[in-house]
């Protein structure tokens, strides 16, 4: 009898501790392995958008359980109207598919533009990867230091633009209706044609994303001397546009232009996502915001990344879509989509 | 700077660097051959595997692919009349009637030939133009840039049809491609413009399902009429002989082969212009140096020069579409604008950065230009038998292959289904009009231009009044602009003058 | 005969063009000045141009119209008309159902059937040529285009609807 129970015993401590050996076998395998996750990108290759997005995805599926395996698609056409239609109606809530689209479909969506198929608020946000600040910039060899010897100039002040629905232009048309400047904005081919407006000394300044300025502020061809509401800390000391106003409405139209700055680079999946995928999502993007390795890489591209939650970035769309009709009305009249 | 030159040369033979070139210029090679692929896809696609490369490796890597598939592509449009890449349409116009002759071995000789004097060509203009390459950019203003616009659109002129008629159809060609390109949200105050509703039409329509519909498809259906193989019924001995000949023919017209890479440089340094353009003027060009009326109407049936031209041009253009891409990070076409993503993950700020510390990578990129083409046109020499028998094939057995990869082609601009609709759409045009000998020519000069002309006019306007019509270079250029216009018809009255 | 048809499809060409051009030129007169002047200005030029070229062709001398000739020096007298425009009308069927295909199966599925259906049905090739150049099509392009580019071919409606 006690020989039984002590091969019972042994029987029993063998099947334990060969249980524990196996458990990791046993138990249900991550959710994302052997997956593929599909990156839908409203921009062709090679703009910023795409630049961010690969820079992402290349060191995202360390940070994902399971280790999936992920690919770009480039979906470009109404100004990532066509990827965003995609990802809310077509592709399937599993999880597998994330789409970075336009942060101005904000501003789409409070112009109501017919060709949308989406509703911002019900996307299944994950977050966005950077703010994306506005500068309005004066060459450096002008003789404008400050915002109020711009008030002084005595001429026109010609702005570049790469084109009439750029933030660039949006923020310089602001600050000209608002603040009474004597702006002349220029519009150009696109963005790089309108830095090299600004090189050729054929305009005096731009006001665009603080992203794409940096380089010539840097080598100091450029100066800035205002910013939106969003700021990146090499701008934060700039006064901000809403307060070279005085006019109320004027203050909240720009604050609604400049909340679209705040969700810099959107990342969202299709509505109905499962809450487990999203969660797994939401985590490994803050997780790689942080990764030391992507801000490396981040720093020599001059993208900085920096994670806003989807609980912030809703908050953001809602604020915009949350204006009362006569200040979205005076927004209409100076912003296009 | 010759330290830098040499040290360029010397980075590009390590053993390194040297693979990666090889592996791009063989990538580049089935790019360029392949109507499916783009060269500037490709590259978005090769950027993934940069990351561990160096600087030393990984330009030598992109550039050696994308420098080659302007040479490569030139083989597709001479074979089967499909641009092999946007930039080589007007190689089609010449070579594709040349290969139905059965002097495709011809015409593939004298591209490849011309294809590699321009890339030198480009490529020592790159290494020459460092010293003075930034103010070179920066003296074409929006004014400047609008005249070359309509130095381009002039060449509407000369692709046009002979006499009164022919001229008007190939005005009313350019005004036709014009309209098209003002498809999509206006640059001024963002207005959509005959979208019809359409979210596909607000960036316009693509280039590449527009010439491969007007070009490719209607090559298709003659096929599929004919019955015959590309090369009709010519004898097979006559294909491979043709290449020597190719050969000869470049080097008898060699002035004119350099004047067409200058071309080709010229319109790649300005950012925007670029490639789409430079092949037509070229080609233009090329036609103007018809001696006589007899000559001139050969143009578009099969004469050589009409190959040379284009060949020469689209080769040049890279190294000129490199200068303001290194020096200003302003993108000298599509493909540079991915050119410049690489240069950000490696390191690289483009800029006078590029033209002073990182001198050497500058000059080691110009000679990837060089080293890539002569291999790539070496490897074609070598094959090019085989490759010229490609158009002894059955049409019937081509045509299957040839859809799927205009198709193919079409649809990887955008991913969109609207892509193939274009495609079929201007396919149909295309049948129209090469049915009734409308010239298609002027339609892709205004296509190309029309929207450029347009944000450029406007740009110059605002910012200067009308005092932009002062400048001197604006001045200059129109000079220029008259004097192309008005050539052919002062050349024809001085030589009927002659003959009286 | 063969002059008079194709002075009637050119007048039907100058005849298109006058109709877009004065469209263009009515749908951009509404529009803000900046927006509206190339349209309006190249919409009315094209009109003209057009009106212009349709006169020449009705009631000018008859240059430059000389029958089309393809680059291998035939003129279409050479072939029959009939099964030019059969042949014609042919082809255009297969690019339409091409596309038909495309949208309802998917390219992966489209490409091969295009081949393999080409092949067999409109030239009548042997089973084994079909197969042999079916079966390299699909290495050709699952080799390329799905594995190594891994281009995004979205599925066909059929496949979507399925399941």
């Known amino acids: ?337 | 700077m010759f330290d830098a030159f040499i040290q360029g040369l010397m980075i590009n033979l390590q053993f390194k660097p040297f693979i990666f070139m090889l592996i791009g210029s063989a990538i580049g090679f089935w790019v360029g051959i392949l109507p499916g692929l783009g060269g500037g896809a490709t590259l978005a696609l090769m950027m993934s595997f940069i990351y561990t490369m160096t600087p030393q490796e990984a330009m030598p890597f992109l550039l050696g692919m994308y420098s080659v598939v302007a040479t490569t592509g030139d083989i597709t449009s001479v074979l089967f009349g499909i641009p092999g890449e946007a930039t080589t349409t007007a190689t089609i116009v010449d070579g594709y009637p040349m290969a139905k002759k059965g002097e495709a071995g011809r015409a593939l000789g004298a591209v490849l030939m011309s294809s590699l004097i321009g890339a030198i060509f480009g490529a020592a203009l790159l290494a020459l133009s460092i010293p003075i390459v930034r103010p070179l950019v920066l003296a074409f203003g929006s004014p400047e840039m609008f005249m070359l616009t309509l130095l381009g659109l002039t060449c509407i002129s000369t692709l046009s049809g002979r006499g009164k008629r022919g001229l008007l159809q190939g005005l009313l060609g350019g005004g036709f491609g014009f309209i098209c390109s003002m498809i999509g949200q206006d640059s001024q105050a963002g207005v959509l413009r005959f979208t019809f509703g359409q979210l596909y039409l607000w960036g316009g329509l693509s280039t590449i399902p527009v010439m491969v519909g007007l070009f490719a498809i209607p090559e298709i259906v003659n096929l599929a009429v004919s019955g015959t193989a590309i090369a009709g019924d010519v004898p097979l001995g006559k294909l491979g002989k043709g290449v020597r000949q190719g050969i000869k023919d470049t080097f008898q017209n060699f002035w004119l082969v350099v004047r067409c890479s200058l071309i080709g440089s010229f319109f790649g340094i300005l950012p925007g212009v670029g490639g789409g353009v430079s092949q037509w003027v070229a080609y233009a060009h090329a036609t103007q140096s018809a001696k006589t009326d007899e000559e001139r109407a050969g143009f578009g049936k099969g004469d050589v020069r009409g190959v040379l031209g284009p060949g020469a041009s689209n080769n040049s253009k890279e190294g000129g579409a490199l200068i303001p891409t290194i020096a200003f990070g302003v993108p000298g076409g599509p493909g540079m604008a991915i050119l410049l993503g690489a240069f950000f993950v490696m390191g690289l700020v483009p800029g006078p950065e590029m033209l002073t510390k990182h001198l050497a990578l500058t000059y080691s990129m110009v000679w990837t230009i060089v080293i890539a083409n002569i291999i790539a046109v070496t490897v074609c020499l070598l094959f090019i038998d085989r490759i010229a028998k490609l158009t002894t094939i059955r049409g019937n057995l081509m045509i299957p292959f040839l859809l799927f990869l205009c198709f193919i082609g079409a649809f990887s601009s955008n991913n969109h289904y609207g892509d193939l609709i274009v495609l079929m759409v201007f396919g149909v045009i295309g049948c129209i009009l090469m049915r009734y000998d409308w010239p298609r020519p002027p339609f892709i000069l205004g296509f190309v231009l029309g929207r450029f002309a347009e944000i450029n006019l406007f740009a110059a306007t605002l910012r200067y009044k009308a005092h932009w019509l002062y400048r001197p270079k604006v001045m200059i250029i129109l000079l220029i602009t008259v004097a192309f216009a008005l050539a052919p018809y002062i050349l024809k009255k001085r030589r009927l003058s002659n003959e009286e | ?163």
């Open chain 1, 1 to 337: 009898m006690e020989l039984k129970r002590y091969r019972l015993l042994l029987w029993i401590s063998f099947l334990s501790l060969s249980m524990l050996w196996v458990a990791p076998e046993l138990q249900a395998a991550p959710y994302y392995q052997g997956k593929r996750i599909t990156f839908v990108v409203g921009f062709a290759p090679g703009g910023g958008y795409d630049r961010m997005t690969r820079m992402i995805a290349k060191y995202l599926p360390k940070h994902i359980p399971g280790k999936p395996t992920i690919i770009i698609e480039n979906m470009p056409g109404g100004s990532s109207m066509i990827a965003a239609n995609y990802v809310y109606s077509v592709a399937k809530p599993d999880g597998l598919t994330i789409g970075n689209i336009n942060r101005g479909l904000q501003i789409a969506q409070v112009m109501k533009i017919s060709e949308m198929k989406f509703d911002l608020r019900k996307f299944a946000w994950i977050g966005s990867t950077a703010s994306d600040a506005n500068a309005f910039c004066i060459r450096a060899d002008l003789p404008y230091k400050t915002f109020g010897d711009l008030r002084n100039a005595k001429r026109e002040i010609f702005m570049s633009s790469g084109g009439p629905m750029t933030s660039g232009a949006q923020f310089t048309t602001l600050i000209k209706e608002y603040t009474k400047l004597n702006i002349q904005l220029i519009t150009y081919t696109n963005m790089a044609d309108a830095l090299l407006a600004v090189e050729r000394k054929e305009v005096d300044g731009n006001g665009s994303t603080y992203s794409s300025l940096a380089p010539l502020i840097q080598r100091g061809v450029l100066r800035p001397l205002l910013r939106g509401r969003a700021f990146e800390p090499e701008i934060k000391h700039l006064p901000v546009d809403e307060d070279m106003t005085t006019d109320p409405v004027g203050k909240k139209v720009m604050a609604m232009r400049s909340a679209t700055d705040v969700v810099g680079r959107p990342y969202v999946a299709p509505p109905g996502t499962s809450p487990e995928a999203l969660s797994i999502l939401r985590k490994a993007f803050a997780q790689v915001a942080k990764d030391p390795q992507l801000q490396a890489e981040a720093k020599k591209n001059l993208m900085p990344v920096e994670y806003l939650s989807a609980e912030e970035c809703l908050k953001s769309v809602n604020y915009l879509l949350g204006q009362p009709e006569d200040i979205v009305r005076e927004f209409k009249k100076y912003i296009t989509f």
């Open chain 3, 1 to 163: 005969m063969k002059n008079r048809i194709l002075a009637d499809g050119k007048l039907w060409i100058s005849l298109t063009l006058m109709v877009i051009g004065a469209t263009v030129a009515l749908m951009a007169y509404k529009w803000p000045f900046r927006t509206a002047l190339f349209p309006v200005s190249i919409g009315l030029c094209v009109f003209f141009m057009a009106l212009a070229d349709m006169l020449l062709g009705l009631f000018g001398k008859e240059e430059g119209l000389s029958p089309k000739e393809d680059a291998a020096g035939a003129t279409p007298e050479d072939r029959d008309q009939k099964i030019a425009w059969r042949r014609t009308v042919g082809i255009f069927a297969w690019i339409g159902g091409f596309f038909l295909m495309i949208i309802l199966l998917g390219f992966p599925v489209a490409v091969p059937l295009l081949v393999f259906l080409y092949l067999k049905v409109q030239n009548k090739e042997s089973w084994r040529l079909t197969l042999i150049l079916t079966g390299s099509t699909v290495v050709f392009f699952y080799g390329l285009f799905v594995w190594i580019i891994e281009t995004p071919f979205p599925d066909g409606l059929l496949v979507r609807w399925l399941g």
